[in-house]
């Protein structure tokens, strides 16, 4: 067994802290990575604080996990020693359902494992994430990390990146299209950044006024204030695709009415309680509303490729680990542009 150090919650109650625990050894198939950075999630404070339900203590989270491969399994034949590597959401999956074998693995029909607060494929040994100095994965799920990009803002890709280029490319956003990003944070901020990319009119959508100098800096075109009436107003009936990257509770039937005839309200965030939606605002315009999880391991490797050739990482602010409790409280507050990636050198 490989000796870890890493930052665990113990409970709901506690803060993440210092702990060390075992690792397996590589198996013939494994990669074992030196994490160099971990991106900070939202979901990672939802789950250390059981605020989902189903947490498994002891928790280390992390899933935007980026670093170098140390060792490699005798049969490994995608990575060796020294290459960059990734290692996002998900770390196995059944392999042999349909979404599995159509590269769809983070919607596994028989339950993909989680990189953290989950369970490998046996369903009875707990998994732990990136707040952490070593892991060790099975090649299939990990991902080629280009050395043209600065690696501490590749980490949030594997999360905040894949999360919103996957629905973009579903619904094959691009030329053409007017997009609304609902939301701007650690998510909103790749959705900007991608539509864009893609060739798309973005207008972002935003209760705060503060948010406008930055979404124009990140390349959106137009900048809509959605407490102010006459700008919402502004923008009824105006948007091909709305990416929703809010977790907290708001107004889903506000947000349909902004739609053309035929748009689509994407949902990438989870509020924590059900929301009301009126049957007619989907049947007065053939409107949907449909959400989206990560993307699976090609796709994945497709956006890490597409953002090693236009230049497109996530911005951060790069923390020390022993500060993780005063990150998430910032968090909490809205209060960072737009991803906490630690430090591993600090652990």
Known sequence: MIKAKGYAAQSAKSPVSPWTFERREPGPHDVQIEILYCGVCHSDIHQVRDEWGGSIFPMVPGHEIVG?????GDHVKKF??????????????????????????????????????????????PTYGGYSNVIVTNEDFVLHVSEKLPLENVAPLLCAGITTYSPLRHWKVGKGHKVGVLGLGGLGHMAVKFAVAFGSEVTMLSGSPSKEADAK?????????????????????????????VSAPHDYNLFLSLLKTNGVHICVGAPPTPTEIMGFNLIMGRKSVAGSLIGGLPETQEMLDFCAEHNIV???ELIAIKDIEKAYERMMKGDVRYRFVIDMATL
């Open 68 to 72: 170098r491969v140390t060792k490699t």
């Open 80 to 125: 060796k020693v020294g290459d960059l590597a990734g290692v996002g959401c998900l770390v196995d999956s059944c392999r042999v359902c349909d979404n599995c074998k159509d590269g769809l693995e983070q919607y596994c029909l028989n339950g993909m494992s989680g990189t953290y607060n989950g369970y490998e494929q046996d369903k009875k040994t």
């Open 217 to 245: 800096k990140l390349g959106a075109h137009k900048f809509v204030l959605t407490s102010d009436k006459k700008s919402i107003d502004s923008v009824k009936g105006y948007f091909d695709f709305i990416i929703d990257t």
């Open 314 to 316: 996530s911005d951060i």
